[in-house]
Nanobody, 115 residues
């Protein structure tokens, strides 16, 4: 069974940092695309960043380029999202998902950035 579990969300002041983790199981992690998505209240879910664990390819949405960094650890089957210089507009529930387009989703973790 494919499982993705997010952690690391929380409340932070603008300008602060958080690191999200997506711990996975049930599939071959070393040959996968894992993405981070977010959904703010009243808005559609949007793709934030993706990574391919086979060749290291990465993608970032324009809104997070230069502030967020995606990485992975094949030994831990885990993808990370380091978020720096956070803004109130980054407030959302953050989800990780397997596949592009996504096939399996985690339950989400809340990130709240106060001004």
């Amino acid at each position: 069974e494919v499982q993705l579990v997010e952690s690391g969300g929380g409340l932070v002041q603008a300008g602060g940092s958080l690191r999200l983790s997506c711990t996975t199981s049930g599939f071959r992690f070393s040959d996968s695309v894992i993405g981070w998505f977010r959904q703010a209240p009243g808005k559609e879910r949007e793709g934030v960043s993706y990574v391919s664990s086979s060749d290291g390819w990465t993608y970032y949405a324009d809104s997070v380029k230069g502030r967020f960094t995606i990485s992975f650890d094949n030994a831990k089957n885990t993808v990370y999202l380091q978020m720096n210089s956070l803004k109130p507009s980054d407030t959302a529930v953050y989800y990780c998902a397997k596949g592009l387009p996504p096939e399996h989703w985690g339950q989400g973790t809340q990130v709240t950035v106060s001004s």
